[in-house]
Structure formats: structure tokens, C-alpha cells
């Protein structure tokens, strides 16, 4: 695991749920360039939580939160919406695939939305990816007419189009047979191993954590003992 400056580091995290049904307390949580991490924890223990905030989707009540050497909790939404879609790689569990979009143009929406540069290797790179995961037979079809995993294996490669610095993936393989989740685990820890790049994994999977460099429970994270969702 490489000795390297912080990709996320969270100081006294604190957030709750509008109806303060919810509440999760982080002291301290640290993930390096190079490094992976998976989150454990039983259903509705805050690991999706957990990676809204690190995404800057959700914002904490007071702490900070800091990515890629800047602080989410000092930008506003605009700010935060622009630095996700240019250096975050977000695997959703419920994909977030555009139905409009075939799986081609979903793979490079960033490029669609302006947010990042290089149309001249557009098509090399939705290439690679489509068939690293299997799916560039596909690459003409629109959400709907695959299948639920063909469907995830593009949110995956959505995620990596942009060579993001930071991969947040909620259970990824969670829609894949065995033989293809352990191929696109084997890439996605590849990839947060080379450069300065980290994942960080939401899984209820826990014949996979020894591929990992750390893997915590959300129960030993998480130091509001109440919290419930």
C-alpha cells in the first residue's frame, strides 16, 4: 500500500437526516493514493450515506471533509456538482443510467455535459471500457434493452471513463453472476492501485474483503451507537 499524501480525509464528521430519524458520527477516516477500502455494515447503517458525503451530494451539520486536496464543505453546490462530475467515479447501486442515452453515450456523459475535455479519444476510451466489461456489443442500445447487470457494467464504466482520482462504488456487483463480479472487482481494484488514484466500496460481501488494503464495519465507524435508519 503505497506511503502517499491523503485522497479523502474526514475530521469530525457530523450529520442528520432531515427528520433526525438518522445520525452518523465520523471522528476520523482516512483513505491514501493507492489504497482501497470496503465498507461493511448491516442495511441501513450509513454506508450510502457515508459515500454521499465523501461525493459531496450530502452535506455534513459540521466537520470536513476533504477530496482530493479540497474541502467539499467550502464549496457551494455548483462548485461541488462540478468537482464531482470532473475527478469522481460514482458507482450508484440503482445505476442512474440516462434511459435516453444509449449505453455508449452514458459511458462518456461527462463529455456530453461539458465538464471535461478530449473528444479526440472519446471513442478509443468508451471502446476499452466497453470491452474490458464486456458490453461493446452493446454500446448502440439504451438502458432498456439489456439487462440489469449488462446495465451495471456500463455505470461501471461510466465511473472510469474520466480516469477519476477517487472511485465511490455502492455495492457494484451486486446486479453480476460470480465469474463477471470478480472481473470487474479484479479492474477496479487495478485501477485504484495504479497512480494516484483509491477506491473506496460499499459491500455485503464478505468473501471478497481480503482483496482489500482496509475493510471497516460502518458499526466501528460510525460513533452514534443509536443511529438507525
Sequence with gaps: MPDSSPIVELSQVHYTTPNQEFRLAVESLQLNAGE???ITGKSGSGKTTLLSLIAGIESPATGGIRVLDSELTALSPEQRNRFRLQHLGIVFQDFRL???LTLQDNISV???LGELKGQTTKRDRILTLAEQ???DHLLRR???QVSHGERQRAAIARALFHDPGLILADEPT???DPATAATVLKLLLRVAREGDHALLLVTHDHSCLDRFDRA???ADLN???TAQA
Design 36 to 38: 482501497s477500502l470496503a
Design 98 to 100: 440516462i434511459e435516453y
Design 110 to 112: 461527462a463529455l456530453r
Design 133 to 135: 466489461f464486456e458490453i
Design 142 to 144: 439504451y438502458p432498456h
Design 174 to 176: 451486486g446486479n453480476l
Design 216 to 218: 471497516v464495519d460502518m
Design 223 to 225: 460513533n452514534v451507537s
